[in-house]
């Protein structure tokens, strides 16, 4: 979009489950690039609203309920106040924090439902949903597990294959089951309403296609759903917990979550404007909270109609078809309503070398890091920002977390404010001594300083916040040079007018630095405008050497950043390696399936076989394409293993491999057979190998 065309900005963050706190991996995702975002847009006096809330209707949610023996009620409640209550004191600026269990988003998602269906939009079709027998219910997608068909993990999901990161419907697992029993699921017939996405793949592909600037992880998975072929989607559920389908004969169903879901964004810019300068955080119910700086009133179908409004949402990549493909599919169909201009996704943030796990406690929760961790948000906003998964998957560590403090933070940019304010108390009392004569130094010093906001700014506009963080920390950089170089310690015995113009030149640059840090580490810049005792500036007035006035006195110094200790850091290392612990010794062992016999395990033909050759199949992280020599022949395997294992490693090793599996295509490539495969407590693979090596064909009994 031409920005001179936008008038304002509607910026969404993804609505988190509430069904546990959030941590590290959601925050560099999605809320910290948002709230960055948001910080720099209102920097640069621009109107926007930034939407978030919880997610309360998902089914991860009553599944945790069962698990705790409460209600789902009590789980949301208590989970939206940890999470609320937690991006308020991480500085994560929302204009509101919603839920969706209140009423104004129950109404707006009723009648955003009813308008589609009165419009005749939705087909009405009786399926084949599974059911739980004994639990007698049906059952939603995340209430089934089963083997992915496309990668072999038998823990795959009924929407979607955690391993592979495949797409599913519930009817394609192989071998499923219910979570709710563990029994089997029987087919039983319902009817259901579905989004016939089908008829709009042409606008979607159109929509896409006019936004080939997204990311190319966006853009790449948009254009594979659509060049897959888009299929109704059914837009209701079978379940107790939800926003009622208000139609008739839709008795004991809800709207499918990813329907509800983002239809939140839109209830809470209502609900927003409904406050205008009223806005208060309601501590009895705690349903939401709103930035009381930013609630004048409006209109919201400004935010969310207007062809002006610039819509952005942040996601990570798991939500992308849902909000670049169905969300936008519904807007179509509804009509009156603007699409999104860009769908930022970021990839994953592993912990340690490992996937987060909230099942496993393998992550660092806010909560508690706010906790442990006194008035040192901008420390977690700063390194998670620095090593944010952009473009691909990072890795957060707590040495890197100690490094990127000590070596960074409190070492450049730190170091820098402290030198310069403490040498103008020394020598003249804390006020801003007078600019005199400029030398060739001081001119370049400057003129570099005024190249920064735009560079900085460009990088913001173009979502690339580690780029933009680390050329405001070249600020720093330049004024520790500056000082460096022009050595006021040592001038000050002989040329005092000299030192007036140094101190000066370095205040001016601190000042830069608290108008381009603000929107990274909000905590600190405030830190640092109280020191320099001034307020007011805002973007436009970066790269000026005139923000600090002559004679302005200073307040006393003080340390923005201290060191992280080795005992600190330590101490959440141990924290993780006693969650591994725990969880290696209390790791629960598939219970033996049902028997079997004799004859159904003669059916199968496993034989040990070489690997020969192997590559990485194109546009995926998990796929390698492998050729085995059988002893009878040479045959094609796809297998989810690339996380585990390099092509290049692996040439040479026997494998056990399951020959007379049916053939399978995955991403364009016939598979034929299956290797064998163990999984740890910790869902890595290993090779399922014979001790000694033997020939290849040899039989498996």
Request: aromatic share 10%; with cysteine.
């Amino acid at each position: 979009m031409d920005n001179s065309k936008i008038k304002r900005y509607t910026v969404t963050a993804a609505l988190p489950y509430t069904n546990g706190p959030v941590h590290i991996g959601h925050l560099a995702g999605v809320y910290l690039p948002a709230d960055t975002y948001v910080r720099y847009l209102r920097s640069n006096k621009r109107e926007v609203k930034f939407i978030c809330g919880s997610d309360e209707n998902g089914v991860p949610i009553t599944l945790k309920a069962k698990k705790e023996g409460v209600t789902p009620q009590e789980i949301v409640d208590r989970y939206h106040k940890i999470i609320g209550d937690s991006f308020r004191e991480f500085g994560i600026s929302f204009d509101i924090y919603h839920r969706t269990s209140s009423l104004t988003h129950h109404q707006t998602a009723e009648d955003f439902f009813e308008k589609l269906y009165n419009d005749g939009v939705f087909t009405e079709e009786i399926t084949e949903q599974y059911y739980d027998e004994k639990a007698q219910t049906f059952l939603a997608d995340r209430y089934i597990t089963g083997t992915c068909p496309k990668c072999g993990n038998e823990n795959a999901y009924g929407d979607q294959c955690e391993s592979c990161g495949s797409t599913l419907n519930a009817t394609d697992l192989i071998n499923p089951k219910s979570t709710l029993s563990g029994e089997p699921p029987v087919r039983k017939e319902t009817k259901n309403w579905f989004l016939p996405l089908d008829q709009y793949e042409d606008k979607l592909r159109a929509y896409i296609e006019s936004h080939k600037e997204w990311k190319p992880n966006v853009y790449g998975q948009c254009q594979s759903w659509l060049n897959a072929g888009l299929q109704p989607r059914a837009m209701t559920r079978d379940l107790d917990w939800g926003v009622k389908v208000p139609v008739k004969g839709a008795e004991g169903k809800v709207l499918y979550v990813w329907f509800d879901a983002p239809i939140g964004y839109i209830s809470a810019t209502k609900e927003l404007s409904n406050y205008g300068k009223m806005g208060i955080w309601n501590p009895i119910a705690e349903e939401y909270y709103i930035n009381q700086i930013n609630t004048t009133s409006f209109d919201w179908e400004d935010y969310w109609k207007d062809e002006e409004t610039k819509l952005v949402h942040f996601i990570g990549k798991d939500n992308i078809v849902f909000h670049c493909i169905i969300f936008p599919a519904m807007l179509m169909a509804h009509g009156g309503y603007t699409l999104a201009d860009n769908v930022p996704a970021n990839e994953f943030l592993n912990l340690e070398g490992q996937k987060i796990s909230t099942s496993k406690n393998w992550a660092v929760w806010l909560n508690e890091y706010l906790e442990e961790f006194k008035d040192k948000q901008d420390i977690l906003r700063y390194v998670l920002t620095a090593t944010a998964p952009e473009t691909k998957d990072n890795d957060f560590t707590w040495k890197d977390f100690q490094a990127r403090n000590n070596n960074e933070l409190v070492a450049i940019l730190g170091n820098f404010v402290n030198r310069v304010t403490v040498l103008t108390h020394k020598y003249f009392d804390g006020k801003v001594p007078t600019l005199m004569e400029l030398t060739d130094v001081d001119k370049a010093v400057i003129e570099e300083l005024q190249g920064y906001p735009a560079k900085i700014s460009s990088s913001i506009e173009n979502y690339r916040f580690r780029e933009a963080l680390a050329e405001v920390m070249n600020v720093a950089r330049l004024g520790n040079k500056y000082l460096a170089e022009t050595e006021p310690w040592k001038v000050i015995k002989t040329d005092e007018d000299r030192v007036r113009t140094i101190l000066n030149i370095a205040l001016q640059i601190a000042a830069n630095i608290e108008i381009l840090i603000e929107p990274f580490l909000p905590f600190t810049a405030d830190k640092l405008m109280k020191m320099l005792n001034y307020g007011g500036h805002i973007w436009e007035d970066a790269g000026s050497i005139h923000l600090l006035k002559r004679g302005h006195q200073l307040n006393e110094p003080v340390l923005l950043f201290s060191k992280i200790e080795d005992e600190e850091v330590q101490a959440q290392i141990d924290k993780l390696n006693r969650s591994k612990l725990a969880n290696e010794t209390n790791a629960v062992v598939s219970p033996v399936k049902e028997n079997i016999q004799f004859e159904q395990f003669g059916a199968m033909d496993i034989r040990v076989a070489t690997i020969v050759a192997a590559e990485k199949v194109e546009k995926t992280k998990k796929l390698l394409k492998l050729t085995l020599d059988t002893g009878l022949d040479e045959r094609t395997v796809v297998s989810g293993i690339a996380e585990y294992y390099k092509p290049e490693d692996i040439i040479g090793q026997q494998v056990s491999l399951l020959v007379n599996l049916a053939p399978r295509e995955i991403k364009g490539i016939v598979s034929q057979g299956m290797i064998l495969m163990a999984e740890d407590s910790e869902g890595k693979l290993s090779f399922v190998s014979p001790v000694q090596k033997t020939n290849n064909g040899a039989v498996i009994r």
